[in-house]
Each structure stands twice: as structure tokens, then as C-alpha cells.
């Protein structure tokens, strides 16, 4: 994915005594698109992940669709930033391969919001990412991670037209391995759930 890496910390930031508001957040998407490395690129703490190296045991079910790809997420990611002294999102980033979704359902449980993570060489694995939150009524927006190979060049509106996505689901564009990157993603997040909540105040 490039040299343009993000520095991993090197020990455990401790929760400040004022955090009072914990959000869980869950990373899904496809297979290799990024969902690791931008839990890894945000959290302020060393990430726990559940990456195994990929063996000859997974070809042929595990496909990275050209990706270049040698380990493998096989539960989820678990990852912590803190937006300010009181409110700590806690991220948990999905596997995305299908035989693994049967995981997604529970995860979703008591989750505030999600970032569905695209990448545009394989568009088609997010449908399930969308169906499924959709379904459980999990508000959401969609992140396209750009890779540096990506020669797709697909505009933000042909994305949105490809994937269905309705007007009010934002949209961006970001890169995975960039601290600044993924925090603008979340916050674009948070900016859409406290949009969702004032609207659903004003409706009688």
C-alpha cells in the first residue's frame, strides 16, 4: 500500500478520569480494503488485532481481488480515540471475508454509527457492508480509500451512483494509512449522527 505509513504509539494513552461517554463505532467493508490499517493510522492506543498470515489454506476462499495482501483479519480490531475530555469513540473494525460475516450481525449491537471503507477497484464487496446496516438501521457513511495504484480516478457522485447510496449518506474521499485522514473520516461520522439526532428532536 506505499511507504506512507502512520506511527503506531508506542504504549498505552490512559483514558482521561473525565471521559464519561464511550461510542462504538465499527469499520466494515471487503476484503483488504483498509479496514486494519485505519484502525491501526487513528487509534491513540497500540491496537489489538487479530491478523493471521494468510496460508495456501486460504486460496480460493479468501480473495484479494489483485490486492497484494499476506495477512488477514480472522476476528475483529479493536482500536480507541478520544475526541475530547469527556467523549471516547471505540472502534472496532470487521473482517471482511464472507465467511466471517456471520460475525457482523453481533458486532453491530450497541453500535452508534459505522464508516463503510470502498475501495473502487472492487466496488461490488460493499453491498453487503450497506445491506447489513441498512438492515439493522445503523447510520453510517461511506470512506473511498485511496490507493496509490488506484488509476480508477472514479469521481465521489459516479461512486455514489454505482453504489446506490442515498443523498444523505455522506461521502469521502480518504487515505487509510494517514492519521489525518481517518480522524477526518470519523469526524465526518459524528457530524452526521449529531446531524440525524437534531432532526429526529424537531420532528414531532
Known sequence: M??????LPSHRTPLSDTAETGLKIVVVGG???GK???VRSVSEIRPLNTEEVMTQAGVGVDEPGGVTKTTTTVAFDFGRISLDER?????FGAPGQGRFWFLWDRLFSGT???VVLVDTRRMDDSWYAIDRLEHHRTPFVVAV?????DTSHYSLDEIRQALALPGHVP??????RLRRSGKNVLIT???????LAMARETTP
Open 2 to 7: 506505499g511507504s506512507a505509513t502512520s506511527e
Open 31 to 33: 476484503f483488504g480494503v
Open 36 to 38: 486494519t490499517t485505519l
Open 87 to 91: 467523549m471516547v469513540l471505540y472502534l
Open 112 to 114: 452508534l454509527g459505522a
Open 145 to 149: 480509500n485511496r490507493f496509490e495504484d
Open 171 to 176: 461521502l469521502i474521499d480518504c487515505d487509510a
Open 189 to 195: 461520522l459524528v457530524d452526521h449522527l449529531r446531524a
